[in-house]
């Protein structure tokens, strides 16, 4: 007697199957762009999803027979539910020997910043030599 599977258990798999043709990595992180100047721009997106499945049975006979004399399965009523959102964040782009996120937001003070940080330390750092250098050259001379 072949197993029978609960009714649940098709609805389930059937929402689970759209969800995953939705929502696929393509989604998250989008397809590359090349630009003719050699940089890449990546897509990037927050995805979120919901799911939600119910179902009850309930009886319609009294322990009525099928053909073989098999007990019937009782009656199933039920039903799924599923909700996708896709928020872009920002692009990665690659180029000029450098990766840098732009945010989509339109906040991107913070981004600049952190961005520009090596570039200010350097220029600190050469300062500072600049000045070493200096008393080195004043003491020599004395």
Request: aromatic residues 4%; proline residues 6%.
């Amino acid at each position: 007697m072949p197993e029978q599977t609960h009714p649940i258990e098709g609805l389930m798999k059937t929402a689970m199957e759209s969800i995953k043709e939705m929502v696929d990595v393509n989604t998250v992180v989008g397809d590359p762009v090349e630009t003719p100047d050699g940089s890449v721009i990546i897509p990037i997106s927050r995805v979120a999803c919901g799911f939600g499945a119910g179902g009850g049975e309930f009886d319609y006979g009294s322990g009525e027979k099928d053909q073989d004399g098999e007990s019937q399965m009782p009656g199933f009523g039920g039903g799924s539910g599923a909700g996708v959102s896709v928020k872009p964040v920002g692009f990665l782009v690659a180029g000029n020997g450098q990766v840098r996120l732009i945010p989509v937001d339109g906040n991107a003070t913070l981004d600049r910043l952190i961005d520009l940080a090596p570039q200010v330390f350097n220029q600190i750092q050469s300062l500072l030599d600049r000045r070493s250098d200096q008393k080195v050259d004043r003491g020599a001379l004395t």
